[in-house]
């Protein structure tokens, strides 16, 4: 990772964390095991990773925030789902140098009126995203709120929040009906209504790009293994980030690694495909 990115350190680096249950670990008595870790969107890699090993997930990731500060320094900024939204968490988060961003949901129910309550009032910064999928009309309209305009009672509940995010999601179907989604979040880094929309949007790319290609292309779920599972899986991860740096035409591309393991070979050591 420092190879390929060597000014990590230097601007902000966008990361995302989130859990991933190894299905064919399952034994008759015995769950089956579940890592924590988190993922670099650049490089579509698994930087760090860690066994659940019956903990809450916010308690787990803990765990990985020196690698994380190792890795970046204090430049970094990590996007998770509702199940870490907890204020030790984010204090821990916040102590590591980095920030955060993560929604509020019926989880931190009084939190989450909060914010519905502040974006009664006109916020001046938004921004709308609209796109045509299969004949239907997705429409996103982000806004924010930030610095002292944050209600109190959302400062208290969470560590150094400083952007308070509402997230309208519109679908508008071919025979006129529409769904309508609302969600509010909040980081602890000063973000505009832009930044907002593509850092929150780009959480799920560790599941489409990481979780999704681990069990689909190198079936990580029907995988048994238990033994040195924690190991495999974080090398299916670098597998990932090395198919995810040649092309996005993942399994087209590893039919022809069966077909040709030379050309899996120049992969690892890009000097053969000189020779």
């Known amino acids: 990772m420092k190879a390929q990115h060597p000014t990590a350190h230097d601007r902000l680096v966008i990361l995302a964390g989130d859990g991933k249950v190894l299905k064919g670990s399952a034994r008759e008595g015995r769950s089956a095991l579940s890592f924590l870790s988190v993922f670099f969107h650049e490089l579509a890699l698994t930087v760090a990773q860690v066994d659940q090993a019956g903990r809450h997930e916010a308690k787990g990731m803990q765990d990985l925030l020196p690698t994380l500060t190792t890795l970046f320094g204090n430049g970094w900024l990590m996007t998770l789902d509702a199940a870490y939204t907890e204020r030790e968490l984010t204090t821990r988060i916040d102590e590591a140098g980095g920030a955060y961003l993560v929604p509020l949901k019926n989880n931190t129910r009084s939190l989450k009126e909060w914010a519905m309550f502040a974006f009664t009032y006109p916020a001046h910064d938004h921004v709308v995203n609209v796109e045509r999928r299969s004949g239907e009309i997705w429409e996103r309209r982000t806004s924010v709120i930030t610095g002292e305009q944050v209600p109190e009672e959302i400062k208290e509940g969470l560590c150094g929040v400083q952007t308070l995010i509402r997230r309208e999601h519109q679908v508008t ?29 780009g959480h799920w790319g560790i599941e489409n790009r990481s979780h999704h290609c681990r069990d689909v292309v190198l079936h990580e779920d029907a995988c048994r293994l238990r033994r040195g599972a924690q190991g495999r899986a974080m090398l299916n991860g670098v597998i990932v980030a090395l198919l995810n740096g040649q092309t996005r ?16 070979l120049q992969l690892l050591i890009p000097e053969l495909a000189s020779r």
């Open 249 to 264: 035409q993942i399994t087209a591309l590893v039919r022809r690694l069966t077909i040709d393991p030379l050309l899996a």
């Open 173 to 201: 179907r071919r025979d006129g009906t529409q769904r309508v989604e609302v969600r509010y979040a909040v980081s602890s880094r000063l973000l505009t209504a832009q930044e907002a929309e593509r850092i929150w949007r």
